[in-house]
């Protein structure tokens, strides 16, 4: 199982980017970071843009792949944003990922006026979204018209260093949003049960039904349930799922039991008790697995 790790962009640059290259220097698969235009507690404090931050990561690290966990149509035009993949695309050498989500209520969502979706509103629009970007990052010249997204004329010359695209992450807890990951992404994330849990077992069984649910939209749409990489997100659950070294071992083998492919961790953060990532101990055990 690959181990990724997410770096939140909350501080000046030197300070991120001494992150970044300890990252990769570590051995982590993939640097995510969160596409926000703001997050929770930490709104009125130092919070960088994502696609210039990519950038700079790109820069500063050579061989780790990057990429956005996860960007959403709350702010996002798929013609903009086709663009600004496709560039990152080319500053990496081809090692950047496109993590793409429905996007839900608050912040993001109220941040640039739009009105308020309906849940199976934004389910619509995310399915759009994710077709008008396959679209438009296969084919250098190209136009989209939908019920919310329209592109003129949009150009993403000289395309992808990856092909026929950049590859998508796509998040999902729903039937609806999996299905826009059967259909155009090469990696499912989850971050566990929509409504929350307790407890690891309560996750887990959370997480299985997920994964049963994805095999059969799959299945719904023609594709092998294996071709599918599954990835884990590990944050908000610092105490049961990875608060102690055994916790941490036990949660990698039931993620393994479960088919996923890749696993993705915060940062340490210790000052922050919202997200303070693995604890010390934990964090030096994930890493003495990396290659």
């Known amino acids: 199982m690959r181990t990724d790790v997410v770096i939140l962009p909350d501080g000046d640059w030197p300070q991120l980017r001494s992150r970044w290259r300890e990252a990769e220097a570590l ?20 919070w960088l843009g994502s696609v210039p931050l990519l950038a700079a990561a790109a820069e500063a690290t050579e061989r780790m792949r990057l990429g ?10 798929p013609a903009v944003l086709a663009k600004d993949a496709m560039t990152l695309d080319r500053i990496s050498g081809g090692r950047f990922t496109l993590g793409i989500g429905a996007g839900g209520t608050g912040y993001d969502a109220d941040a640039v006026g739009l009105p308020p979706l309906a849940p199976a509103q934004r389910a619509t629009r995310f399915a759009e979204f994710a077709e008008a970007l396959d679209l438009l990052l296969r084919e250098p010249a190209a136009e989209h018209r939908g019920e919310f997204f329209t592109a003129v004329a949009s150009r993403t010359y000289p395309g992808c260093v990856q092909q026929p695209r950049v590859p998508f992450t796509v998040a999902a807890a729903g039937p609806k949003a999996m299905r826009v ?20 077992d309560e996750w887990f069984t959370g997480v299985g039904e997920q994964v049963e649910r994805l095999a059969e939209v799959c299945r719904s749409v023609g594709r ?6 599954r990835l884990a997100l590990i944050g ?6 990875q608060g102690t070294v055994v916790r941490w071992r036990d949660t990698a083998a039931r993620l393994a039991d479960l088919g996923f492919t890749d696993v993705a961790v915060h940062w340490p953060r210790p000052a922050d008790p919202d997200l303070p990532g693995p604890p010390p101990d934990v964090f030096a055990t994930i890493c003495e697995t990396l290659p």
Not at 181 to 200: H, K, L, M, N, R
Not at 224 to 229: H, K
């Open 27 to 46: 051995g982590f698969t993939t640097g995510w970071t969160y596409d926000h235009l703001s997050w929770r507690t930490l709104r009125d404090g130092p």
């Open 181 to 200: 990951a059967a259909v155009w992404g090469d990696t499912w994330v989850t971050y566990g049960p929509a409504a929350g849990a307790t407890s690891a």
């Open 224 to 229: 092998e349930p294996s071709s599918l990489r």
């Open 236 to 241: 908000l659950e610092a105490g049961y799922l």
């Open 68 to 77: 956005t966990l996860v960007t959403s149509p709350n702010f996002r035009h």
